[in-house]
């Protein structure tokens, strides 16, 4: 049959134009406004955010990003003088840094003297629970008086004995000692020391430096990040016995997100040199490997414009994924060069464009539909990832069927390629029998294979797997969590509609995390109530306290103060009635950094307060107990992401098996019943496969191995419909060994650039490239045998 005239040149020339001018316009627009691109690069922003609502969401990613962006120095040696030296040095070359909110080094007096100033000012309001519930109990009063009497007398005092007049029951004294001693169970081992916090172990002194890094600082794979400057900084201290721990989540991310930058480009050179020097041999001349990469380029640009218009950033990651284009890219043009190089029976590109249109069309929409299917993935990344591929594979395809085409044909006598007769199959090579037979048998033993292994097949996203520190980042947190007896994982968010009932429940979760933790180490927790009670509890404070009025007298004679001093005492207690302190009341600068983490004040009308266990000391405990409160969640970040990536996987997987309905639908209605099966079973061989081979080793089924079947699905659908294209045409002379030998170009070019990955150590790149390179062979194997 005739196949359908298609419009001229000129028409898919301005088509192209078009499109190009549509999509890179905009971009370029909003980039020169802004003056910048905006390159996502936070580690965060990778992962699936837990879907626990929009607001209680906002207020996990809050502190996910606080806590992600706290670095913590240790500077060590055995003599303190010398440690702290350094660490002054260390302090003065990074605080004034564009790339920290903050950097701390000192404690000292003055910050002290605030808090001195604000327990003082607010005595009466600050009890504990247990000084309430002894003054309000019979002979309560009289006996916190006698204890208070025996801290005065005695050789050592927190607060000053100055304040007596005003404070004869040492109320100061009480409050400053319970801060003290929630600031020792909730932090970190470090103390006061010389104006320094810092501490000694195993021999050696410890200084601690603390930072809280910028936005920009925070920026993985950029110059810009302050783990780098960091390590310039510190790197040439560390001698004569001055050494250097480095703690927190942005050393890790800097160590895999450089090594995997350092493995992929190394990779990648290698690769892209084989790959030119196969073209280059098969073509003789350069001008299809050229255009080949200035499809690549141009689709990549196109691909980063319209992500970037929609979204208004991209995600660094967004282009490592996005990768895939060139695969889809080569594909196009080997198919295009190829039928150009020796095809002698079409004459013009157009003829080839024709010859070729069934096929890339098909394979344009069975890709796109499966990239558009993700566009409802309930992830940002995945969103990027679709919109990115939608637009570079198109491009790709309207560079092939409008600029290919206004390519001049070579002479005939130039157009042979003799290694398609050195690859032709011998005379007694029966493709369909051994086809049938090949196919029958992988099917046969990957189901073997998955019956013999099922209980190794479930889907499992184990976090702690995808990245293990090496060498000295690993021997820096085996060292900071043995010196500083801190290790967050987990943490608790609570939820009111005021700043009240917010901290009124915080109070009773609180308590009954004390309960839960009662004689256990690192049972401690950071809470906004322990240094801010609710209104409701500072009101019990302050008429607890008044029971110690009446023993006033007697208390300023036991003093050596005159008795009539009680009542001004009265006096003072009437006058600060009405005087409490709230979250965002006037603390000092001491206390708000003490609270910084935990308290996230208003988000969407409510507010929101964290309590942060040091370490998780009975799991499912916490788990049970903000269960038995909607306002009260627990979140274990490192289980948790690895919940959400399971709930995004199948997620994934149920999109995949919907975009592999319609593109059946789509292809039976070009192709009969047969056709379609064949073409089909393809995107099943591979899944099952890649399943098979998986369980089998033992490997669950997780996010990156589950991408990489999205990647390699379009891909192993373009190799079969392009041989099925080809079967069709019935040619019997050498044009009918072209598509084939293009489908073993397009693989070799594609299998050897994204399996090459399965070599990286790491652990997403490396299940991402084995994915890839298990589909893209049984694709292979399957449409060529």
């Known amino acids: 049959m005739k196949k359908p005239s298609l419009p001229r040149n000129k028409t898919f020339a301005f088509a192209w134009l078009i499109f190009h001018a549509f999509v890179l316009a905009p971009c370029l627009f909003i980039i020169a406004r802004a003056g910048t691109v905006n390159l996502d690069a936070d580690l965060f922003n990778m992962l699936p955010k837990p879907d626990i609502g929009k607001a209680m969401g906002v207020a996990d990613e809050r502190l996910t990003e606080m806590t992600g962006q706290n670095v913590f120095i240790l500077v060590s040696h055995k003599d303190f003088d010398t440690a702290k030296s350094v660490a002054e040095t260390v302090y003065s070359e990074l605080k004034d840094s564009p790339r920290f909110k903050s950097v701390s080094l000192y404690s000292d007096e003055a910050m002290l003297q605030s808090v001195m100033d604000f327990v003082h ?5 600050l009890l504990d629970d247990e000084a309430v519930e002894t003054l309000s109990s019979p002979g309560g009063a009289e006996s916190f008086a006698e204890n208070a009497l025996a801290k005065a007398y005695g050789a050592f005092t927190f607060s000053s004995l100055d304040k007596l007049e005003d404070d004869p029951f040492m109320l100061d004294e009480y409050v400053l000692q319970y801060y003290l001693a929630s600031l020792q169970n909730s932090g970190t081992s470090m103390s006061p020391k010389d104006g320094v916090l810092a501490t000694q172990y195993d021999g050696s002194w410890y200084v601690m430096i603390q930072g809280i890094l910028s936005k920009e600082g925070a920026a993985l794979a950029s110059k810009s990040n302050a783990v780098v400057q960091i390590y310039d900084v510190c790197e040439p201290l560390e001698k004569d016995g001055v050494r250097f721990v480095y703690s927190g989540t942005p050393f890790h ?142 491009s790709a395809f309207l560079t092939v069927v409008s600029v290919y085409p206004l390519l001049a044909m070579p002479a005939d006598a130039k157009r042979s390629i003799p290694l398609i007769d050195a690859l032709a199959a011998p005379k007694w090579y029966d493709k369909k029998k051994i086809g049938r037979i090949a196919v029958a048998s992988i099917f046969a033993v990957t189901l073997t294979t998955l019956f013999v292994n099922r209980k190794n097949i479930k889907i499992e996203n184990d976090v702690n797997t995808l990245y293990e520190a090496t060498g000295r980042v690993r021997e820096d947190a085996v060292i900071s969590y043995k010196v500083l007896n801190y290790n967050p994982t987990g943490w608790f968010i609570i939820a009111g509609d005021t700043v009240e009932k917010t901290l009124e429940e915080e109070e009773a979760l609180c308590k009954r995390l004390s309960e839960v933790n009662e004689g256990k180490a690192l049972g401690g927790f950071i809470a906004t109530s322990q240094y801010i009670p609710s209104l409701a509890k500072q009101k019990k404070s302050y008429e607890a306290a008044g029971n110690l009025l009446p023993l006033a007298p007697v208390q300023y ?115 009969n019943w047969r056709h379609t099966l064949k073409i089909a079973s393809i995107p099943l061989l591979i899944v099952l496969v890649i399943a098979s081979i998986f369980s089998a080793r033992g490997i669950a089924l997780e996010f990156f191995s589950i991408t990489g079947m999205i990647l390699v699905f379009g891909l192993g659908l373009d190799y079969v419909i392009y041989m099925v294209e080809n079967e069709k045409r019935s040619d019997t002379t050498v044009n009918a060994r072209l598509e084939p030998f293009a489908i073993l170009l397009s693989f070799l070019t594609t299998a050897v650039s994204f399996g090459a990955l399965a070599l990286s150590s790491f652990v997403p790149v490396h299940m991402l490239g084995l994915s890839i390179f298990l589909g893209l062979t049984t694709a292979f194997l399957c449409t060529v045998l």
């Open 121 to 125: 000012r607010y005595r009466w309001n």
């Open 253 to 394: 991310s800097h160590k895999s997100s450089t090594s995997a930058s350092r493995e992929i480009s190394i990779i990648s050179t290698v690769t892209l040199l084989g790959i030119i020097i196969l073209l280059l041999i098969v073509f003789k001349n350069p001008l299809p490997l050229v255009l080949s990469i200035a499809s690549i380029l141009l689709s990549i640009a196109a691909a980063f414009a319209m992500t970037y218009t929609c979204f208004g950033h991209i995600h660094i990651l967004t282009l490592v994924f996005g990768t895939s284009l060139i695969g889809s890219c080569i594909d196009y043009s080997l198919h295009f060069f190829i039928h150009r190089k020796a095809n002698r029976t079409l004459a013009s590109g157009a003829e080839i464009r024709r010859h070729l249109m069934t096929g890339l069309l098909l394979s344009l929409i069975s890709t796109e539909l499966c990239y558009f299917i993700l566009v409802f993935a309930p992830f940002g990344l995945l969103k990027q990832m679709a919109v990115f591929s939608l637009t570079g594979i198109f």
């Open 557 to 671: 004679e036991m003093l050596g103060y005159d008795a009539s001093l009680a009542s001004e005492l009265q006096a003072s207690y009437d006058a600060d009635a009405a005087k409490y302190i709230t979250p965002d009341g006037d603390i000092p600068s001491y206390l708000k950094k003490a609270i910084s983490s935990a308290w996230l004040g208003e988000i969407d009308g409510r507010y929101y307060s964290i309590v942060l266990p040091i370490s998780i000391t009975d799991e499912a405990a916490y788990i049970r107990i903000a269960a038995e409160n909607p306002n009260v969640y627990f979140e274990n970040k490192i289980k948790d992401i690895g919940r959400d990536l399971d709930r995004l996987t199948k997620t994934i997987l149920t999109l995949f098996a919907i975009a592999y309905v319609v593109i059946v639908i789509v292809l039976k209605i070009f192709y």
